[in-house]
T-cell receptor, first 113, second 112 residues
């Protein structure tokens, strides 16, 4: 099992460009999440999907959109990238959203110039 | 919403010593508390978790304790080894939302 797979692993964008980060899990999990990790800030939730067909905002949703394409895939889109969105982005999944451990992908390192 | 405070932010110990990392949370409804280890450039990985109906849980050299009255929980690593060096994150889940709130992390350095 691959677990949670994120693509791409690295990306450099110019301010104003758009981009979609891809995430797929093969564990038949119902819930999926997008986090960003910045130095000294821990992991902050951007958006989550409790189950297929639902999405909700997390702590820092501004500037992002998400799509739960099916049970396996959950994508994160930056419509007009800004330097403040330079970060490491992690996708995670869990069996359900209630009291369950989350399993993380390897992350996408995104730089916006 | 939930707020998780984690201390210390950095911790340096000698190989073989014990390390303790402490976290407090604000939402009394929180009932699930995982701990993650993140090595440099890698993904966070779950190392141990505890639910609110349990006061302590052990897994070899790692243990977690939970005090629901005081709203704090701690990670204990005994007989530390250089490979324990990493950033450790605590987290708390609770309430009616689907959010796991993370602490800001502790950089543990184990010196040989």
């Amino acid at each position: 099992n691959a677990g949670v797979t994120q693509t791409p692993k690295f990306q450099v964008l110019k301010t104003g460009q758009s981009m979609t980060l891809q995430c797929a899990q093969d564990m038949n999990h119902n819930s999926m999440y997008w986090y960003r990790q910045d130095p000294g800030m821990g992991l902050r939730l951007i958006y989550y999907s409790a189950s297929e067909g639902t999405t909700d905002k997390g702590e820092v949703p501004n500037g992002y959109n998400v799509s739960r394409l099916n049970k396996r895939e959950f994508s994160l889109r930056l419509e007009s990238a800004a330097p403040s969105q330079t970060s490491v982005y992690f996708c995670a999944s869990s069996v359900t959203g209630i009291n369950q451990p989350q399993h993380f992908g390897d992350g996408t390192r995104l730089s916006i110039l | 919403g939930e707020n998780v405070e984690q201390h210390p932010s950095t911790l340096s110990v000698q190989e073989g010593d014990s390390a303790v990392i402490k976290c407090t949370y604000s939402d009394s409804a929180s009932n699930y508390f995982p701990w993650y280890k993140q090595e440099l450039g890698k993904r966070p990985q779950l190392i141990i978790d505890i639910r609110s109906n349990v006061g302590e849980k052990k897994d070899q050299r790692i243990a977690v304790t939970l005090n629901k009255t005081a709203k704090h929980f701690s990670l204990h690593i005994t007989e530390t080894q250089p490979e324990d060096s990493a950033v450790y994150f605590c987290a708390a889940w609770g309430g009616s939302n689907y959010k796991l709130t993370f602490g800001k992390g502790t950089l543990l350095t184990v010196n040989p």
